[in-house]
């Protein structure tokens, strides 16, 4: 435990220097986008299958090619904002979307954000903020929810030991940090994540207290 409490430490120290806009635009123009799976959390559209109200307000923060945002459309969801830090992302996005009335593209810092919302959906974007800011997402994602709102998505169950995203960790290091904010109603192994990811993935469904 003493070790992997060092790793975290660690990996929080080095990671002081901004991962901030032009950081994230340059894995855009460089093509370094090795989080981007092609296609649809398949642990998330399930859920989403499952999620009745059509008319929620549904956020994916650092939503990247939001894949996401495309299986919605399509099952019918009517109200969802995307939110990149990346201008190069989001030029995509917009060109995307263009003839999509019921999403909203916007180029922002999550953590600056100011909205209403039923739904957070999370995929890759917990993993690529340092881990000294958790607990800021934490807080600021309950401030954007509504009365029992949710986060639902996916975390990793890996540890990287590195400088860089994606950075890890697991349910007993994420417990004591959404647990100020949220009632956690599912955080258990994924069963049905991408190959490359297979048990290397905790599913969440966390409720705004």
């Not at 309950?142 to 950075?167: C, E, M, R, T």
């Not at 049905?192 to 297979?198: D, E, G, K, V």
Request: proline content about 6%.
């Amino acid at each position: 435990m003493r070790n992997k409490e060092k790793d975290i430490e660690c990996c929080i120290t080095q990671c002081e220097n901004p991962l901030d806009q032009n950081y994230w635009n340059e894995r855009w123009q460089k093509n370094e986008t090795g989080w981007d799976i092609g296609l649809a959390s398949p642990a998330i559209t399930e859920f989403m299958i499952q999620y009745t109200n059509k008319n929620a307000n549904i956020l994916i923060p650092g939503c990247g090619n939001a894949y996401e945002a495309e299986f919605l459309i399509a099952n019918g969801f009517k109200n969802i904002t995307l939110i990149d830090i990346a201008p190069k992302a989001v030029e995509a996005l917009k060109e995307k979307f263009a003839n999509t009335p019921q999403v909203k593209v916007l180029c922002e810092d999550f953590f600056q954000h100011k909205g209403n919302y039923d739904l957070i959906i999370e995929q890759t974007f917990f993993c690529a903020i340092p881990p000294g800011r958790r607990k800021e997402y934490a807080e600021k994602s309950a401030s954007l929810l509504n009365k029992d709102g949710k986060i639902i998505g996916v975390l990793f169950d890996k540890q990287f030991n590195q400088s860089f995203p994606p950075f890890g960790g697991s349910p007993c290091e994420y417990k004591p940090i959404f647990e100020p904010h949220y009632n956690i109603k599912t955080m258990d192994e994924c069963y049905n994540s991408i190959s490359p990811r297979a048990k290397s993935e905790v599913f969440i469904n966390l409720i705004k207290k």
